[in-house]
């Protein structure tokens, strides 16, 4: 039976980094909250602090099951599609789990959500901008990417075929979607495993190793906090504007990686040094990187009323816990 909706929203990929502090903004908000995620990268400790609310289930399992998103769909009165591939350095070692997670997964969720007509939100990513040069970028913009024998360009592919896939089921079958592209998200929480900036150079700060800075350090990105990043998805959701919608998430405060490196190491008082590793040794030989990545957010001003602007120094601070 489609959408009987005992619970308000299911997260999918709830117990990653993004996800769970989505889920705990949604329960403290009241919502009843259902999240599918098969524990790949994300953890179930990420949600300690949901698991004693009477209002939260967790099923492990993974959007790649059919049947079993399905169900959960079935439950739900809204979907927020978070599961996903997850960082730079992962997605170049699982090619082939990237490619059939971002697509398969997405195309199930959406199939699932249609005869019932429940919204959904795509989480897709900056990365499709790719190579692009447009600065600020803007949703309507074009994408730019390297050659398909260079493996980071799957996973911009691989969300891009998500994006054109939702927008298909919103034109053709008129399944309300709402598609963000988030920009690099930081915030307690996020693990540096798979290849993250931010909490790898705040792990080696407290670990008195070298910040590891790859290429010149010139490179450009806009972090902003995670807190606002689920506060700006809870209101997409829910918005009759942004359906049918690409909507660039993020902050537009531009640092280098160079200039982040020597603020983690002020702010967090450690005597690492900073070293440059060349992109050869950093990464595979296949690896191209991008220069610069800032988000147009006008179109998300204009829907939610607000746009993340916590500053770098604060972000440092709120994950260091000072
Ligand atoms: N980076 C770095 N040192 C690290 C990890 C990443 O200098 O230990 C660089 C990386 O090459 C890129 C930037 O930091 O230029 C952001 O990398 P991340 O993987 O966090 O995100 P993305 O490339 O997706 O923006």
């Given at each position: 039976?489609?959408?009987?909706?005992?619970?308000?929203?299911?997260?999918?990929?709830?117990?990653?980094?993004?996800?769970?502090?989505?889920?705990?903004?949604?329960l403290a908000r009241g919502a009843g909250v259902l999240v599918l995620d098969d524990l790949s990268t994300g953890t179930l400790s990420n949600l300690d602090g949901c698991s004693g609310n009477s209002r939260f289930r967790f099923v492990v399992g993974s959007v790649l099951d059919e049947a079993l998103t399905r169900g959960l769909v079935n439950q739900s009165r809204k979907v927020v599609h978070l599961a996903a591939a997850v960082g730079v350095e992962n997605i170049i070692r699982q090619p082939v789990e990237t490619i059939e997670t971002n697509v398969k997964g997405t195309e199930n969720v959406l199939m699932a959500a249609r005869p019932g007509m429940t919204p959904v939100f795509?989480?897709?990513?900056?990365?499709?901008?790719?190579?692009?040069?447009?600065?600020?970028?803007?949703?309507d913009g074009d994408i730019v990417l390297g050659a398909t024998s260079r493996s980071r360009w799957s996973y911009a592919c691989s969300k891009a075929v998500d994006e054109f896939l939702a927008l298909a089921y919103w034109k053709d079958k008129g399944l309300p979607v709402v598609i963000g592209r988030l920009f690099n998200t930081v915030g307690p929480r996020q693990s540096g495993r798979y290849g993250m900036v931010l909490p790898r150079f705040i792990e080696q700060a407290l670990a008195g190793r070298p910040l590891t800075v790859f290429g010149d350090g010139r490179q450009t990105r806009c972090f902003s906090l995670v807190y606002e990043i689920v506060d700006a998805i809870a209101s997409l959701?829910?918005?009759?504007?942004?359906?049918?919608?690409?909507?660039?998430?993020?902050?537009?405060?531009?640092?280098?990686?160079?200039?982040?490196?020597?603020?983690?190491?002020?702010?967090?008082?450690?005597?690492?040094e900073i070293t440059l590793i060349p992109y050869d040794e950093a990464y595979p030989d296949d690896f191209e990187d991008m220069r610069r990545r800032v988000p147009d957010v006008s179109l998300l001003s204009s829907l939610i009323g607000k746009v993340p602007e916590a500053d770098i120094d604060t972000i440092i601070r709120e994950i260091l816990g000072r």
């Open positions: 039976m489609p959408g009987t909706g005992e619970y308000d929203y299911l997260v999918t990929g709830g117990a990653g980094f993004i996800g769970s502090h989505l889920c705990e903004l949604l795509i989480a897709s990513t900056s990365e499709v901008y790719g190579k692009s040069e447009s600065v600020p970028f803007r949703e959701v829910d918005n009759p504007e942004a359906v049918g919608k690409v909507i660039n998430i993020g902050s537009t405060q531009e640092i280098s990686i160079r200039e982040l490196a020597e603020k983690v190491r002020r702010i967090s008082g450690s005597g690492s």
